[in-house]
């Protein structure tokens, strides 16, 4: 079963821009949620992360936004420019605490 | 310090052969997880070992094993591979477990054919 589900498959953004990306889960019983960067060839990196407690982080140019009444969290990117053009994905972990459930991948390219 | 690193690069199997792939994970890391990413999909979690010891296993059949070495490093072991088993395999450590600050290799991309 499909418990992530992250939006836009793919996203193009002129340098400069804001590059938002959103991530819907179905079970509430999760208690960390990464962003992951992956560029082509090379193992995903742990861009930013947030536990539910707290409503937004921000890191620099990232920001991670949650909503935890509609089961949503969201990555912007402000200022984007083409170094920030990869493939992002959200994970979610299970109480469980060994294993991080993923989403599909959003493949940003910024535009210079 | 050498981030986590995965051998081989590449790897083309025929459909019922076995494979082994190694991690050794950063130093200092005592947890190893792997992970397989099919292409245009997110990672998918296999194991994960702690101390030696698993401590957690995805939605893998049998055919899939692996196992820590006292100095951390890991194999992951497919057996009777099937074309379905073509992917990227992704080995992330991390110093104790669990899901927080994981690092991961580059991965190993295998083609069954």
């Known amino acids: 079963q499909q418990q992530v589900k992250q939006s836009p498959q793919s996203l193009i953004v002129q340098k400069g821009g804001i590059s938002i990306i959103n991530c819907a889960y179905e079970n509430t019983a999760f208690d960390y949620f990464p962003w992951y960067q992956q560029f082509p060839g090379k193992g995903p990196a742990l861009l930013i992360a947030i536990r539910p407690d707290v409503s937004e982080k921000k890191e620099g140019r990232f920001t991670i936004s949650f909503n935890k009444s509609a089961k949503q969290f969201s990555l912007h990117i402000m200022d984007s420019q083409p170094g920030d053009s990869a493939t992002y994905f959200c994970?979610?972990?299970?109480?469980?605490?060994?294993?991080?459930?993923w989403g599909a991948g959003t493949k940003l390219i910024i535009k210079p | 310090d050498a981030g986590v690193t995965q051998s081989p690069t590449h790897l083309i199997k025929t459909r019922g052969q076995q494979v082994t792939l190694r991690c050794s994970p950063i130093?200092?890391?005592?947890?190893v997880s792997w992970y397989q990413q099919v292409l245009g999909q997110g990672p998918q979690f296999i194991f994960q070992?702690?101390?030696?010891?698993?401590?957690g296993r995805g939605n893998f059949p049998d055919r899939f094993s692996a196992r820590q070495f006292p100095n951390y490093s890991s194999e992951l072991n497919v057996n009777a591979l099937l074309l379905g088993d073509s992917a990227l395999y992704l080995c992330?450590?991390?110093?104790?477990?669990?899901?927080?600050?994981?690092?991961f290799g580059p991965g190993t991309r295998l083609t069954v054919t």
């Open positions: 994970a979610v972990r299970p109480d469980s605490n060994y294993q991080l459930i």
């Open positions: 992330a450590s991390n110093l104790a477990g669990g899901t927080y600050e994981q690092y």
């Open positions: 070992y702690y101390e030696k010891e698993e401590r």
């Open positions: 130093s200092g890391h005592k947890s």
